[in-house]
């Protein structure tokens, strides 16, 4: 029998299973993140689009009070108060 002999051992087989075994852990682990800021990406997103809707449809409203001189930005008390207004048959307060 020679000492020259040639393959893999037990030990390094087993040192390149743990090697392996490590890095697939790592990647899974990666994609486990990558899939949670996705998600959260995704929330923000929607998130986004929904308040712009909302600010889309408060541009476009057509209350009376509004279209008289009133204001959202308004800070004052009773800005409006005691002027009756007639639109479309309707009274507003």
Avoid: K, W
């Avoid at 890095?23 to 689009?49: D, P, Y």
């Avoid at 929904?50 to 800005?79: F, H, K, M, N, W």
């Amino acid at each position: 029998m020679s000492n020259n002999e040639s393959g893999f051992t037990l030990i390094e087989a087993s040192v390149a299973t743990l090697v392996c075994t490590v890095g697939l852990i790592a990647m899974a682990e990666l994609l486990a993140v990558t899939l949670r800021m996705q998600q959260l990406g995704r929330n923000a997103t929607s998130a986004a689009r929904l308040a712009q809707d909302q600010v889309d449809r408060l541009t476009i409203i057509t209350d009376p009070l509004l279209l008289c001189g009133g204001s959202l930005a308004s800070d004052e008390a009773g800005y409006i108060t005691g002027q009756a207004l007639r639109v479309n048959g309707g009274m507003y307060m």
